[in-house]
Every structure is written in C-alpha cells, then in structure tokens.
C-alpha cells in the first residue's frame, strides 16, 4: 500500500525556536521595535540575572535578621520589624514619586542605571543586618527606602524605554513581553540559587564574594544597556551634547551651501551641523545631575527670575518676542520665563538658548565654530560679568545673535535627524504675561507642532 505523501513537519528545533519568539518577543520583530531593542534586552537580561541571585541571597539575611532560626526572638518582634520595614517603604515611594515624576521621563537612561545602583545598595544592607542585631530594624528600614526608590524609578523608566523601542504603537506589547523576559530570567535564577545557597551556608566569605562578583556584574551590564539605547527624543543633556557639538564643529561644524550633504540653509544663510542621535546618546552622562554647569529652570515664575519690575522690563527688551531669559553667572542658574500663548516649539528655543549661555561660560569656542567670531567677544564678557548681577547688555546681543543662529540650528537637529515634534525637556507650568507683539514662531513650521 502507497504511504500518503505531504509537506515535511518542521523540525522540532524551529518549532521550539518559533515558539520562544512568539513568548518573549513582540510581535513583528524585529520591524516593530526600534534597533537598539536586541542589544538592549540582551544586556537587561544579563542584569537581572545578577540582580535575581543577589536578592535570593539578601532574602535569606533578612529573615536571619528578623530572627528566623534565633530560639530568643519573638513573632511580636518579628511583625514589628517587617511592619516598620514596609511602613518607611512605603512613605519613601510616595514621596520619591512626587518630588522626582517628572525626571523619570526626562532622564530615563540616567535613573535607570540609578535605579539599579541604589538597588545594589539597598542588597548591601540587607546582607550587612545580621552583623548589627541591635540595630537590624533601622538597617532593614533603609534597605526598604532604598528598594522602594528602585521599584518607582526602575517601573516608571522601563515603560519610558517601552515607548522609545515601541515602532508600530505596541508600547503595551514591548512592555509586556519585558516582563516575560524577565519572568524567564529569574526563574533561571532561582534554579540557580537552589545550587548555590547550600554551598554559601556556614561561609560568610563565599557568600560576600560572591555578592560582589554579581554585583560588579550587574552593574557592568547596566552600563552596557544604558549604552546601548539611542533615544532621538531631545533631553536636556542630549540637547545640551547636540548644541555643544554644533559650536564645537563636532559634527563638521559649517557646510557650505553647494554641500549636497549640507543642511537646509537658513535667515542669514547660516548653517549647522549637529550631531545626529547615534554621535550623541554614547556621550550622555549615565547619572541624574551630571554634566551640567548652571542649574536650568525651563518655564519659571516671575519672582523666581528677577526681583522687581525694572528688572523684569529688561528682561523683556533683552530676550525674544516668546520668552525671556536671565542669567546670574555668580549664582549659577540660568532661567527661562515663557510667555504665555506663545507658539508649541518656544520651550525648545528656549532651552536652547539658555544652553547656548551655559556653554558660553564653558571653555573658549573653536575658531572655526558657526558665529564663532560674533560669540567669542561675548563669552569673554559674560565671564567678566561682576558677582550677583546680571549682564542685561551682553544677553541683549546674544539674543540678537540667537535670532539667527537659532532657526539654523533648529534646523539643524531635524536634519540630524532628532524628533523635534515632542521633547523632554522638563518645562514648569508657568507662563508669563506682557504687552508687545506676538509673532507666529521663528521655527521652521514642521517645528509648531504641539509637544
């Protein structure tokens, strides 16, 4: 009898290869994610790895300080610990949460390493609470602030990473498919840590060498996570690397208009080459703060800029038609007050401008930097501005100066191909008022788009 004949089932190999895809990863891989997706989930896998058999092995210092296997300790003792424990948790994440939100999204690379940083910690005290019986509760509840930090600084940034790699509106999807990559991870880790924690029993030595190893680890592939992200949405540092990089010609500083590669020339026939997104993410600062030489306020209140109404009509007259600017060099702050109703693109204008001051303050522009020789003769005033005042004259020309240079450069972020339709830049909610015309923009139309 003939034996039927058909299609050769696939082998059990892609079979089961087919199936892992469809578990752990989104839909439409790799075109639904954004292509530092593979690179970054490899080096997140390897953290949490570390990060799960080092929380295994804290577990089991927590219940040794809470009196688990102590013929002296009580259960009321015991609750006590576990409930001043969870109390001061909890107090930490809300408060964390309302002071730092808005940071979380802004900043989401720099506190999702910082996340990770005050989590090994918080592992650090848990494994040291049973070296201090006496004080174990004050320890645990110190661990406890810690961890709660991490678990609103690691959540709130791993979805903002989720919206970065998401391509086809899947932001849910890549979230979710996180979380089962993760899942698989510590279940790994767990069979791990059955290996292990009888070998570390009765060695307190192995146990914190150990600890350290997976620390080193977990923080090595952290680093290498954050690296490998490349956010084309403007930050403050991102902006802040771009802007540096165009007055610097890190990025082949100017192009002439015949340059078939050359950006879109501008008012004036200015143009600037910024750094595009893939130069700029591996030079942003891995933590919160750094980097930065004046603190910024993007859309600040009046009584936070200028302290009378004379100075508030020289701020006017010094700054554009959609905000104003002041700058105490000997304070250390930069504040931008933007008006209100003025166009969608003015906090990012701005930002740079008040960028544009800070690097100003910093080491001697290039000779070959776009305006270089109008803005030289500047930063050599603003240096030389007396203590707690304000150079009223020297932002008056800069501002001038901004008016050209300034659409060039915004010009020159699209070209470089950063997504200037939305920012994080962190703007206040403040707006000001005054009499004086209202233009448009001084953007690019593409730029009026509501962020």
């Known amino acids: 009898m003939a034996e039927l004949s058909g299609p050769t089932p696939p082998c059990r190999k892609g079979a089961l290869r087919r199936a892992a895809e469809r578990v752990l990863l989104p839909s ?4 639904s994610v954004s292509p530092d997706y593979l690179q970054y989930q490899c080096w997140d896998s390897a953290q949490a790895l570390c990060s799960s058999l080092s929380g295994i092995i804290a577990t089991r210092a927590v219940f040794e300080a809470v009196g688990v296997g102590d013929g002296a300790a009580t259960p009321m003792g015991a609750t006590l ?7 001061v948790g909890m107090v930490t994440r ?14 989401a690379k720099q506190w999702r390493l910082a996340a990770d940083v005050i989590n090994d910690a918080a592992l650090l ?105 490349c956010i084309p949405t403007l930050n403050r540092p991102r902006l802040r690397l771009a802007l540096s990089g165009a007055l610097r010609g890190l990025s082949g500083a100017l192009r002439g208009p015949t340059d078939p590669k050359s950006p879109t020339p501008n008012k004036g026939g200015v143009t600037v080459a910024v750094p595009t997104p ?13 980097s930065s ?8 209140p009046k009584q936070s800029l200028v302290g009378s109404e004379a100075e508030f009509r020289k701020a006017v007259e010094c700054g554009s038609p959609d905000y104003i600017i002041v700058l105490r060099p000997s ?52 240096r030389r501005c007396p203590p707690g005042s304000v150079p009223w004259a020297t932002l008056a020309e800069i501002s001038r100066l901004w008016d050209t240079l300034g659409p060039a450069f915004l010009r020159g972020l699209e070209d470089a191909g950063w997504s200037t339709r939305r920012h994080q830049l962190a703007a206040d909610e403040w707006r000001l008022q005054w009499a004086g015309p209202r233009p448009e923009s001084h953007a690019h139309p593409s730029l009026t788009t509501p962020t």
């Open 278 to 290: 893939r130069e700029v993410n591996p030079k942003e600062p891995l933590l919160p703060g750094f």
């Open 28 to 31: 439409g891989f790799p075109h």
């Open 125 to 229: 005290l848990e494994l040291s609470a049973p070296a201090w019986p006496g004080a174990a509760p004050l320890v645990l509840a110190g661990a406890a602030a810690a961890r709660s930090v991490v678990g609103v600084a690691g959540g709130a940034t791993r979805a903002a990473i989720a919206v970065h790699q998401a391509r086809r509106d899947n932001a849910a999807e890549v979230a979710a498919k996180d979380g089962s990559q993760e899942t698989v991870v510590n279940a790994l880790g767990l069979l791990l840590a059955l290996l292990l924690l009888p070998v570390l029993e009765g060695r307190p030595w192995l146990t914190w060498l150990l600890v350290l190893l997976l620390t080193a680890a977990h923080l090595g592939a952290n680093m290498a996570a954050v690296r490998s992200l």
């Open 81 to 87: 610990t576990w409930l001043l424990r969870d109390g």
């Open 331 to 382: 304070q250390g702050w930069v504040g931008v007050g933007l008006r209100d109703g003025a166009p969608p693109d003015a906090p990012l204008r701005g930002c740079a401008h008040a960028l544009l001051l800070e690097e100003l303050l910093g080491a001697d522009l290039p000779p070959m930097a776009p305006m270089g020789a109008a803005l030289r003769p500047l930063q050599q005033r603003l």
């Open 94 to 107: 809300i408060a964390f949460a309302s002071i730092q939100g808005s940071a979380l999204d802004c900043e």
């Open 293 to 300: 030489r004046l603190r910024l306020r993007l859309g600040a």
